[in-house]
């Protein structure tokens, strides 16, 4: 879903009168406050130099097919049966079958046992228009390759063609040299289609930033990642989780506050500080919440 009120027109470089910039382009995306705190990989976040983008793409229309076939409380196995015996993706092998179903899991997990899961299966039908955005999310925190290429993509103003180039830079910083150019070539193909997918870009060959219009389910799935990330109160409205939603720190707040009418979180505040009560996407998270310290930032990325 685009935002067409938000589109930017550019006159000899400058932006044009009101326009008003996103948290991804005002500011480095930050999805952690400082090292992932060791709670993050046990609720869902993998971490390492290598993804699901070195093949395939955010598989979001695949995404949307497992979870219709298969019923909310399917467990891990039952979604494997839906892909696999079932052919709910409508795959011509039985091999591309249980490829579809690695994948999938690589990036979704589809384990009711996984709380990053939970929290995006809970909130699938919320809002049909935000799944491409939730899945994103959930990709972001799953796939380090995609997660790598989002700074290249979104600090970008609407209007602007991506290249290659720093995408490809970006890839190469995480990877090392344990990809040859032509693997690098492929991620840089998948997660432009990806973030085509996200809407984020717009184009077939030549690729266009655009803005999306997030929503409150959006943002609360944001809130539960960037809270699970280490970031706390206010900074939670700012962090690179939201930012990926195109939002200004006002329109999160705002969309947060949706969130909470709509019964998804809970938010309090008074004056300036502002707390977050996230445990009604996922009530598990508050058993983890009171063992796991809250990460301090280090100085100056507060």
Request: hydrophobic share 45%; with cysteine; aromatic share 6%.
């Amino acid at each position: 879903m685009t935002s067409k009120e938000e589109s930017v027109r550019f006159d000899d470089g400058k932006f044009a009168v009101g326009f008003t910039m996103s948290l991804a382009e005002a500011k480095p995306l930050q999805f952690f406050p400082s090292a992932p705190p060791a709670a993050a990989e046990k609720l869902g976040f993998r971490f390492g130099a290598k993804g699901t983008h070195a093949s395939r793409t955010l598989m979001l229309s695949e995404l949307e097919a497992v979870l219709a076939a298969a019923p909310a409380a399917a467990d891990r196995a039952a979604f494997a049966a839906a892909i696999i015996e079932n052919n709910c993706l409508e795959k011509p092998t039985a091999t591309t079958r249980r490829i579809s179903n690695q994948r999938l899991g690589e990036l979704y997990a589809l384990d009711p046992f996984v709380a990053l899961f939970r929290v995006l299966r809970g909130l699938w039908d919320v809002d049909p228009k935000a799944r491409p955005l939730l899945a994103m999310l959930a990709a972001l925190a799953r796939d380090p390759l995609f997660m790598a290429s989002a700074a290249s993509v979104l600090s970008q103003p609407a209007g602007i063609e991506i290249q290659r180039a720093p995408l490809r830079e970006a890839l190469r910083k995480l990877v090392g040299e344990r990809m040859n150019e032509d693997t690098v070539d492929k991620v840089v193909r998948n997660v432009s289609s990806s973030w085509t997918q996200t809407g984020h870009l717009t184009g077939r060959t030549f690729k266009h930033r655009q803005r999306v219009s997030a929503s409150p389910t959006a943002v609360a799935f944001a809130l539960w990642l960037g809270n699970v990330a280490g970031f706390r109160g206010a900074e939670l409205l700012t962090s690179g989780w939201v930012a990926t939603l195109d939002c200004t720190a006002t329109s999160a707040r705002t969309l947060a506050q949706e969130a909470k009418r709509l019964g998804l979180i809970d938010l309090r505040t008074a004056g300036d500080v502002i707390e977050f009560g996230l445990d009604r996407l996922d009530p598990g998270l508050g058993r983890l919440r009171s063992s796991v310290p809250a990460p301090q930032a280090p100085q100056g990325q507060r």
